[in-house]
């Protein structure tokens, strides 16, 4: 990456950050106190876009489903859990000091910002030969750095009165492993058939050694995940890859395109799987499903590919694995990952702790060890910068910030053309109408322009206005964030017509038909 790209690299990053800040959706933790690296807070406007991002995937994917179900499981666990999935010898990435200031660095990125290329999942002596190679120095005071180290990510504590050997527990890496533990339980209280996924969202924590580029790498942040079960003998038995989905177009970055330094392709979904690209049919399938939530709320496909794991930077239990991918201002980066984790995590899980995670299939009167075919793993946090920066431009001089409806903190502003002879009465008697269904605010200070970019800034994608017609004929005025049209209508239609705005049942300009 050259220096004049990095240096507009952070200048936008700082730009994003000040602006949640500013506008109250995010807020650097504990920043009476300095701050501290890789914690963030939401704020007022910022828990709520965040809600709607869990309360749409948990809609979509567990809800609007009959193959899922949930579970809110535990932040800390017994350590033999992470002990089994190999989290306690694997879970770790390369450190190295400076000699001088005794700054610690992610020796990888490191080397990826001095080079400009992605080194993911090489060895700790392959590390240091680069970084003697280009002569990398300390960031910070240009000292001379260690050679690298392994250092495990997980937040160590202890459980109980003592502090020991014997008390030692683990804040979860990951939110993954308590769906193995849980499994039998699940398919006894349920009743679920194979192929059926376990969901779950929550926080997970990883010791970060240096946290970056705002919300994307973090020490405390919350995941949304499914674990996948199918029967070990139908991996490629997918009966929900319609001809739609087949059809559906994805820019796709291979391993074997990689190792060519070749630039991700287009191409439809049965192509990937007529050339063997994508494995498995189901492990397409949930690659399309969770690009296309992306789409859906608003992402800019063209900024989004899927991109093939090379073989060193697979995970240890990982058969293939995929991520989603979204160009940011510092380079294409994962936002979501998809593996194929095969039977590893219940193999384990019965072996550590000598309890029995079969299924039995009626059909040939036969225990298996249930197939995780796909694993969608989400960060919100991720998702939330994602859209963010996704929705955000500058216009005119100012800051439009076009959140898909379903995403935006507030759904609609309603205001008094004045706050005198009557409007705010009756704008107040609007907004009381309207908050009992949406998201909504209501504001009555200064101009009705500089109100209306005030919305416009926070994502609101609808504002109403209460004027002297609005007395006269109970109609007021709809204003479109993106267009900035503007369009009567009746007071009684709002919530009606609203509804269907937010839900994508009618665009905007529809509204103008008679």
């Given at each position: 990456m050259a220096e004049v790209d990095e240096k507009e690299m952070k200048t936008f990053i700082q730009k994003i950050a000040t602006f949640c800040k500013r506008k109250g959706f995010v807020y650097p933790s504990c920043e009476i106190y300095g701050g501290f690296a890789g914690f963030y807070d939401y704020g007022p406007l910022g828990v709520e876009l965040k809600k709607n991002i869990k309360d749409e995937w948990w809609n979509r994917f567990v809800r609007q489903r009959d193959d899922v179900v949930g579970i809110d499981a535990c932040t800390i666990n017994h350590p033999m859990v992470w002990k089994a999935s190999g989290h306690v010898d694997s879970f770790v990435d390369p450190l190295v000091e400076c000699k001088k200031c005794h700054?610690?660095?992610?020796?990888?990125?490191?080397?990826?910002?001095?080079?400009?290329?992605?080194?993911?999942?090489?060895?700790?002596e392959q590390i240091n030969e680069m970084i003697k190679k280009h002569n990398i120095k300390c960031p910070k005071c240009g000292g001379e750095l260690t050679p690298a180290r392994t250092f495990n990510l997980m937040?160590?504590?202890?459980?109980?009165?003592?502090?020991?050997?014997?008390s030692i527990a683990y804040l979860r890496p990951e939110t993954a492993q308590l769906m193995f533990t849980n499994f039998k339980l699940i398919m006894e209280t349920t009743r679920v058939k194979l192929p059926f996924g376990i969901a779950q969202m929550g926080r997970a924590y990883r010791n970060e050694i240096s946290p970056r580029n705002f919300l994307f790498r973090m020490r405390e942040f919350e995941q949304m995940e499914i674990e996948y079960f199918i029967h070990p003998d139908k991996v490629n038995d997918c009966p929900?890859?319609?001809?739609?989905?087949?059809?559906?177009?994805?820019?796709?970055?291979?391993?074997?395109?990689?190792?060519k330094g070749e630039s991700h392709?287009?191409?439809?979904?049965?192509?990937?799987?007529?050339?063997?690209?994508?494995?498995?049919?189901w492990h397409a399938y949930w690659l399309y499903e969770m690009y296309k939530w992306f789409v859906d709320l608003g992402v800019n496909p063209e900024k989004l590919r899927i991109r093939q794991h090379l073989p060193e930077e697979r995970s240890h239990y990982a058969l293939d694995t995929w991520d989603i991918e979204y160009k940011f201002p510092f380079g294409w980066k994962e936002i979501h990952g998809i593996a194929n984790r095969t039977t590893y995590d219940?193999?384990?899980?019965?072996?550590?702790?000598?309890?029995?995670?079969?299924?039995?299939?009626?059909?040939?009167k036969k225990k298996v060890v249930p197939y995780v075919v796909a694993e969608p793993s989400q960060g919100v946090d991720r998702a939330f910068l994602v859209f963010i920066i996704d929705a955000y431009h500058e216009e005119d001089g100012r800051v439009v910030l076009k959140l898909h409806p379903k995403l935006a903190p507030y759904k609609v502003a309603v205001f008094p053309l004045v706050s005198k002879d009557g409007l705010s009465e009756k704008a107040r008697d609007v907004y009381e109408?309207?908050?009992?269904?949406f998201a909504a605010f209501y504001d009555e200070k200064g101009s009705i322009g500089r109100r209306y970019a005030r919305q416009d800034e926070i994502g609101t994608p609808y504002c109403v206005t209460i004027d002297y017609d609005t007395l006269e004929d109970g109609t007021v005025t709809i204003r479109d964030r993106d267009s900035r049209e503007q369009v009567r209508v009746k007071i009684d239609e709002l919530p009606s017509?609203?509804?269907?705005?937010?839900?994508?049942?009618?665009?905007?300009g529809e509204l103008k038909k008679p």
């Open positions: 700054t610690r660095h992610r020796a990888d990125h490191l080397i990826e910002d001095a080079v400009g290329i992605a080194v993911d999942g090489i060895t700790i937040f160590k504590t202890f459980v109980g009165p003592t502090e020991d050997e014997s929900y890859l319609t001809d739609e989905i087949l059809d559906f177009e994805m820019n796709v970055l291979s391993a074997e395109m990689q190792e392709k287009k191409m439809t979904i049965c192509e990937a799987l007529d050339k063997n690209i994508i494995k498995t049919r219940l193999q384990q899980h019965m072996k550590f702790s000598g309890k029995d995670l079969t299924y039995f299939d009626e059909e040939t109408m309207l908050k009992k269904k017509i609203l509804e269907k705005l937010i839900e994508g049942e009618m665009r905007f």
